[in-house]
C-alpha cells in the first residue's frame, strides 16, 4: 500500500518557528507509523518562495529575490535535519522542474480561467485578495502599519464558484475528511456562504517575481494558486510514475491560517483537473508562548533551535507532540517544558530504562535470557495516530510507562533477589525488559532516538547500558540561561 503524506511549505520571508517546527513533527508521526506499518511512504515538505514579500524583503537587503530564496530556504531544511525529520521530498517553487509544471497545470485548468479587471484590497502581508465584506476597516486606512493596497488591475480569475456544491459534498460525505470537527466546520460554514472567483495572477509589471503565465508575458502566477501545486509537482505531475501511484495524498498537514486555501481553493483546482482530493486534511492550531501570541514586538519568540539546543531533539518532540493539544491551540514556557522534561521523560521513562538495566547488571551479570514479547493492546494508539492525535497517542503509551513503574514498585525485585528465587527474578526482570522494548516500538514514530537507544539496551537479551542518560541536556553557553518568556 502506498501512503502520501506532506507539510504546508513554509514561506520564506521569516525564519523558521516553532509552528513550522511541531507542523513538520506532525508529519513526521504519520510517515514514521505509515512505514512502521509495511506501506510505501513518500513524505514530502519544502519550501514557498515566490510572490511580493520576497522581491521587496530582497530589495530591502540588497540582494536579489533568489539570493534571499535560497538562504531562507535553507534554514528550513537545517531545521527539518535537526528536528530529524525523515522527508522523502523536499520541494522548493523555484526549481525548474516544479515552475515547468506549475506552467502545465494552468494549461489544464485554462477551461476554468478567464481575464477580468480586478479592484478591491489586497493583503501584502498574507499576500492575498481580500473581499470588501470580509476586510478589516482599521487596514483600510493608509497610516495603519499593516495597511491593505488598493488596487486596479487586469487578472487572471479561476472559476472556483463552479466547485462550492461538490466541495461541499465531498467534506460532508466524509470522502474528503477534515480533522478536527471544529476546523470541519468553519470550512463548511464558508461553503454554506458560497465560493467566489478568486484571482489568481498579477501583472509582470507590478511583480515580476513569479512564475509566469503560460501565453501570457505580462502576467505571472498569484503565489498562493502557484504554491498549492507543489503537492502534485513534487510527484511529477501528470506523466510521472510517483504521481500515478502515489495521489491522492492520505493526509495533509497545515495550519488553521490556511484553511481556506487547503479545503477550499485546492480542492477546486483539483476537481478542475479531474484528480481525486487528498483523504484527509490535518488542520492543527498555533503555539502560543505563556500565553501569549509569539511575536517579535512582544520579545517572546523562542527559536526550536535554542530548545534543541538545550534538551535535544527528542525531548522537544515529546513536548510539541504530547503537551500541545493536537485538536487546538496550545502553550509553550520554559518552565512548562521543564516540568515535562523532568517528571514525565527522565524521572517516569528514563529512570524505568536505568533501573531495569542496573538490576540486571546487579543481580544477573547483565543476561537477560529469554525475553517475554509484550502484548498490550496497541489499537488505541493506532487509532489515535490515524485520527491525528498525538497527544492522546502519547498519553495511551505514558500509561503503559506508568504501569511499568507501578509494577517494579509492587513487585520489588531488590526484595526478591533477597529470597534467592532467582527464577521468578529472571522472569519478572525479563518482563520488564520486554515491556520497555515494547514502550520503545510504540515510541518509534514519536521519539525515534530514544527509541534505538532503548532497544538496544536490552532487545539482545544481554544489557548494554546507556553511556549517561537516555535524555540528556546539553549546557552550552547558547541555551545554558534560556530567557523566561
Known amino acids: 500500500m502506498n501512503y502520501f503524506v506532506t507539510t504546508s511549505i513554509p514561506y520564506v520571508n521569516g525564519e523558521p ?25 513518500i513524505f514530502a515538505t519544502g519550501t514557498d518562495e515566490h510572490g511580493a514579500k520576497i522581491a521587496e524583503k530582497a530589495e530591502s537587503l540588497g540582494i536579489t529575490s533568489q539570493e534571499l530564496a535560497d538562504q531562507m530556504s535553507a534554514r528550513f531544511r537545517t531545521l527539518a535535519q535537526d528536528l530529524n525529520i525523515s522527508n522523502d521530498r523536499f520541494i522548493r517553487t523555484t526549481d525548474k522542474p516544479h515552475e515547468q509544471r506549475a506552467q502545465l497545470i494552468w494549461k489544464a485548468l485554462e477551461h476554468d480561467i478567464y481575464k477580468d479587471s480586478y479592484t478591491g ?8 485578495f481580500v ?21 486596479q488591475e487586469e487578472n487572471y480569475f479561476f472559476r472556483l464558484s463552479n466547485y462550492n456544491a461538490q466541495i461541499k459534498e465531498a467534506i460532508e460525505s466524509g470522502s474528503f475528511k477534515i480533522l478536527p470537527e471544529t476546523r470541519r466546520n468553519e470550512i463548511l460554514s464558508v461553503l454554506e456562504e458560497g465560493l467566489e472567483d478568486i484571482s489568481i495572477s498579477r501583472p509582470k509589471e507590478k511583480l515580476e517575481w513569479g512564475i509566469a503565465v503560460p501565453g501570457d508575458s505580462s502576467q505571472v502566477m498569484y503565489v498562493w494558486f502557484e504554491a498549492l501545486m507543489n503537492y502534485i509537482t513534487v510527484l511529477g505531475y501528470p506523466e510521472h510514475d510517483d504521481f500515478k501511484q502515489f495521489w491522492p495524498a492520505h493526509t495533509q498537514v497545515i495550519g488553521k491560517d490556511i484553511i481556506r486555501f487547503h479545503a477550499a481553493i485546492w480542492p477546486g483546482m483539483l476537481m478542475s483537473l479531474n484528480l481525486p482530493l487528498p483523504k484527509q486534511l490535518y488542520v492543527h492550531g498555533f503555539i502560543n508562548i505563556n500565553g501569549e501570541k509569539m511575536s517579535k514586538s512582544l520579545g517572546n519568540v523562542v527559536s526550536p ?38 517528571n514525565e521523560l527522565a524521572n517516569e521513562l528514563g529512570n524505568a530504562v536505568q533501573r531495569t538495566a542496573a538490576m540486571i547488571m546487579k543481580y544477573q551479570n547483565g543476561i537477560i535470557g529469554d525475553i517475554p514479547v509484550a502484548s498490550h493492546d496497541s489499537e488505541p494508539i493506532i487509532k489515535a495516530i490515524e485520527e491525528c492525535r498525538f497527544d492522546r ?42 515491556c520497555l522494548i515494547e514502550i520503545a516500538d510504540l515510541l518509534e514514530p514519536f521519539l525515534p532516538e530514544t ?4 532497544k538496544a539496551v536490552f532487545e539482545e537479551g544481554v544489557v548494554r547500558p546507556i553511556q549517561g542518560t537516555l535524555f540528556p541536556k546539553h549546557e552550552t553557553p547558547e541555551t545554558q540561561e534560556p530567557q523566561k518568556a
Not at 473581499?131 to 495597511?147: F, I, S
Not at 497517542?393 to 533477597?418: H, M, S
Open 17 to 41: 518557528h516553532l509552528g513550522h517546527a511541531m507542523e513538520f513533527t506532525l508529519a513526521d508521526v504519520l510517515a514514521r507509523q505509515a512505514r512502521k506499518e509495511g506501506k510505501t511512504t
Open 121 to 128: 484590497w489586497y493583503d501584502i502581508v498574507q499576500e492575498e
Open 131 to 151: 473581499p470588501e465584506a470580509k476586510a478589516d476597516p482599521a487596514r483600510m486606512q493608509p497610516d495603519h502599519p499593516k495597511a491593505y493596497r488598493k488596487i
Open 305 to 342: 533551535h535554542e530548545i534543541i539546543g538545550k534538551y535535544g531533539v527528542d525531548a522537544f518532540r515529546y513536548y510539541f507532540l504530547r503537551h500541545i493539544p493536537s485538536y487546538n491551540d496550545g502553550d509553550f514556557s520554559w518552565d512548562t517544558f521543564e516540568a515535562a522534561y523532568n
Open 393 to 434: 497517542a502519547l498519553d495511551e503509551i505514558w500509561d503503559q510507562v506508568r504501569g511499568l513503574n507501578q509494577y517494579i514498585d509492587e513487585t520489588k525485585p531488590w526484595a526478591i533477589a533477597k529470597t534467592d528465587d532467582e527464577d521468578h527474578l529472571r522472569e519478572v526482570l525479563a518482563y520488564q525488559a520486554g
Open 451 to 454: 527509541s534505538v537507544k532503548i
